[in-house]
């Protein structure tokens, strides 16, 4: 790809999407900036020659495909798609409602999915690109109150593995990126976190504790998403773009150790799991 590179960024308005679009535009890159509204993005992420803000609903597929038409129009391709909008359902599984829990997948799985096929068939004309999603370290190791956010994060992640296979052969890579607490504005209550719509009695007393020990994290995560950003982009300008990037300490620490129990729980049954294929014939 050239030096000077087209990024397209959902969720660009708030959040780790401002960082990205002003860390790729201050490396000299071009940027494309989604949101639902143009103005905020504006606003958020400051004027710039190189920067384009369109309006995108993500979940309207003829939306995504005009918006990628329109960024190529401006800049005359694609290189790095960013899916990085998301929410976040927190509850207890039973108290999460049916529709909570299908508008966390429509939000955080199926959009993206919407946003890239409209950007894979650009990719695929032009023999290369980059597929960057953000997920989350609960894409890798489910948590307490965590059920819908790391039902829809763990598909992501499916998702992302066996797409590299798809579009390997055009020129095209992919990047799972897993943060761990970054301070975002992913716990602003009403913007990016929704609380459980029901209540369960046996739940009640654990449920008001979460959400208070949630509410207090709100500003106080350690990773810093301008930090995150840059890193996105050294990883996108190097030659070789990794499958899953873990991004902050806390995130290896967490992975380290469930890839330590994984591998205690094959241990543990490894004779029983072994003795499961058919007998030789006599």
């Not at 965590?146 to 992501?156: D, P, T």
Request: with cysteine.
């Amino acid at each position: 790809m050239a030096d000077n590179k087209v990024w397209f960024i959902t969720g660009a308005g708030r959040g780790l999407g401002i960082d990205i679009a002003r860390r790729a535009l201050a490396a000299g890159h071009s940027v494309a900036a989604t949101g639902r509204n143009t103005d905020r993005v504006l606003k958020a992420i400051g004027a710039h020659d190189n920067l384009l803000t369109i309006a995108l609903d993500v979940t309207d597929h003829d939306a995504a495909a005009a918006a990628a038409q329109a960024a190529v129009d401006r800049f005359g391709r694609i290189d790095i798609l960013v899916n990085n909008a998301g929410v976040f359902y927190a509850g207890y599984f039973e108290e999460i409602s049916d529709a909570q829990f299908r508008a966390q997948m429509e939000t955080n799985f199926f959009d993206p999915l919407n946003v890239t096929r409209a950007i894979l068939p650009i990719m695929r004309k032009q023999r290369s690109g980059q597929v960057i999603t953000v997920t989350s370290t609960a894409a890798l190791v489910g948590m307490e109150f965590c059920a819908a956010y790391a039902a829809s994060k763990f598909a992501l992640e499916g998702w992302m593995e066996s797409l590299r296979y798809d579009v390997a052969p055009y020129g095209i890579k992919v990047m799972a990126v897993e943060p761990g607490f970054f301070r975002t504005e992913l716990l602003v209550e009403g913007a990016s976190t929704i609380w459980p719509e029901l209540t369960i009695n046996d739940y009640a007393e654990r449920t008001a504790r979460t959400i208070t020990a949630w509410k207090a994290m709100n500003g106080q995560q350690g990773g810093d998403p301008a930090k995150l950003a840059a890193a996105l982009v050294i990883l996108s300008d190097s030659s070789e773009l990794p499958l899953r990037f873990v991004a902050g300490a806390d995130a290896m620490e967490i992975v380290e150790a469930n890839l330590k129990a994984v591998r205690a729980q094959i241990g543990a049954q490894r004779t029983l799991s072994a003795s499961l294929s058919f007998d030789a014939a006599a």
